[in-house]
C-alpha cells in the first residue's frame, strides 16, 4: 500500500512539472512543381526561385519551441528554426537561422525576445497578406513588401517586445545596436552602421483590423521605412489595402524573379487584395503597383485544405511593364520582360 501511494505521488509530481514546461518540434513542408517565364519545370527546384530549399508557396523548416512556467504568470519562452530543408533529394543543413531567440512573458505587462527572430514588419504587415509571403506575392514581386525590408523578414540581435492585447490593440517594437551590425543581411558594417529602431501596432476588433509600421535605416544610403495597411471581412470576401515605402534611396525597385532580387530594394506604392471562402477551399487575387519604378504585380492563388494540417495549391504571379532594375553591390541589373511564375504543390504542417 505504501508503494502504491509512493507511486502515485511521484506520477503526480511528474505530471506537475511536465504541465509546467514543454518542448514542441515543429515544421512545415512543402513541395510542388512550380516554373518561371522561360524556365523549367522543377520539383522544388524550378528556375528562378531558391533551388531545393523553398517550397513555391512556403518554405521548408523544422524547429524547436518550448515554454517553462516560472509562477507569478512569468514564462520563459524560446524558439529554434531552421530553414535549408531540401524535400527534392532529402538534403538539410541544420541552422536555425530563422527563429534563434529566448525570451520572457508576464500575462500584464507582454513578452520580450533575444536573439534573431521575424521582424516587426513581418509580424504587423504579413497579415494583409492573405496568401503569405509565397514566391507568387504580388506585394514582393513589386518590391513593397513590408515583410522583405532591408532584405530579409528576419532580424538577427535584436530585442523585440510585443506588447499585451489592449482593448484590440497590440504595440510591438524592436531594437538593434549598432555594435551588432557586422554586415548583417548584406548592408551595414560597424564603421556606417547606426542603431536601428522598429515600431508597429494593430487594432483588430470584429471584422476590422488596422495597422501601422516604421523602421529606421541601418545605414547610411538607406532610409526610414515605413507602412500601413487595413483589412476588413465580410464574411463572403475579405478585403485589404496596404501602402508603403521600401528603404533604399535612388533605387527604382528591384526583380525578385532572380535570386539576387531581394537586396536593396527601394520605391513606394500600394497594394489590394480579396480572399474569398468556399467551404474548405479559398480563392484569392491581390495586386501591387510600385509607382516610383512602374512596376505592377497580379497574383492569383487558390488553396485546398484535405485536413487542418495538409493544403493543395495554386500559385501564379505576373509582372506588368516591369522597368525596374536588380540593385546589388556593385551595379544593378536589367529586369526581365513581363515575367510570370506559376506553382502547385502540396503543404503539410506539423
Known amino acids: 500500500m505504501k508503494k502504491s501511494l509512493i507511486a502515485l505521488a511521484v506520477l503526480a509530481a511528474s505530471g506537475t ?3 509546467q514546461s514543454y518542448v514542441t518540434l515543429y515544421g512545415v513542408l512543402d513541395i510542388g512543381f512550380g516554373k518561371v517565364k522561360d524556365g523549367k519545370w522543377g520539383l522544388n527546384n524550378g528556375e528562378g526561385y531558391s533551388a531545393g530549399q523553398d517550397g513555391f508557396n512556403s518554405t521548408s523548416v523544422i524547429g524547436f519551441r518550448g515554454s517553462e512556467d516560472l509562477g507569478g504568470g512569468l514564462k520563459a519562452n524560446f524558439n529554434l528554426q531552421s530553414g535549408g530543408l531540401d524535400l527534392s533529394t532529402g538534403a538539410t543543413s541544420v541552422a536555425f537561422s ?10 500584464g ?9 521575424s521582424s516587426i514588419g513581418a509580424k504587423v504587415l504579413g497579415a494583409y497578406d492573405f496568401n503569405g509571403t509565397s514566391y507568387s506575392s504580388a506585394y514582393d514581386r513589386a518590391g513593397i513588401s513590408a515583410v522583405t525590408w532591408y532584405g530579409s523578414s528576419r532580424r538577427s540581435n535584436q530585442v523585440q517586445y510585443a506588447s499585451p492585447n489592449l482593448g484590440g490593440v497590440v504595440v510591438r517594437a524592436g531594437f538593434t545596436p549598432k555594435g551588432d551590425e557586422g554586415g548583417v543581411q548584406g548592408v551595414g558594417v560597424p564603421g556606417t552602421a547606426k542603431n536601428r529602431y522598429s515600431l508597429g501596432a494593430t487594432f483588430a476588433n470584429g471584422p476590422l483590423s488596422v495597422s501601422a509600421i516604421a523602421e529606421t535605416k541601418q545605414a547610411e544610403g538607406l532610409r526610414t521605412a515605413y507602412a500601413v495597411g487595413a483589412s476588413y471581412d465580410l464574411q463572403v470576401v475579405k478585403l485589404a489595402a496596404t501602402y508603403n515605402r521600401r528603404e533604399s534611396e535612388g533605387v527604382d525597385g528591384y526583380n525578385t524573379f532572380t535570386s539576387t532580387g531581394g537586396q536593396f530594394s527601394g520605391g513606394k506604392g500600394w497594394t489590394l487584395a480579396a480572399v474569398a471562402p468556399f467551404g474548405a477551399a479559398n480563392v484569392g487575387v491581390q495586386y501591387a503597383r510600385n509607382t516610383d ?8 492563388f487558390a488553396n485546398y485544405a484535405l485536413s487542418k494540417r495538409t493544403r493543395l495549391y495554386v500559385d501564379f504571379v505576373k509582372g506588368y511593364d516591369q522597368n525596374a ?4 553591390p556593385g551595379g544593378r541589373t536589367a529586369a526581365a520582360s513581363n515575367p510570370y511564375a506559376v506553382g502547385l504543390g502540396v503543404v503539410h504542417t506539423f
Not at 530563422?98 to 500575462?107: H, I, K, M, S
Not at 505587462?109 to 527572430?117: F, H, P, V, Y
Not at 532594375?325 to 546589388?328: D, G, M, P, S, T
Open 17 to 19: 512539472a511536465m504541465a
Open 109 to 117: 505587462w507582454g513578452a520580450i525576445q533575444l536573439g534573431r527572430s
Open 293 to 300: 519604378a512602374d512596376i505592377k504585380a497580379l497574383e492569383l
Open 98 to 107: 530563422r527563429e534563434a531567440w529566448v525570451g520572457l512573458e508576464g500575462a
Open 325 to 328: 532594375v536588380i540593385a546589388v
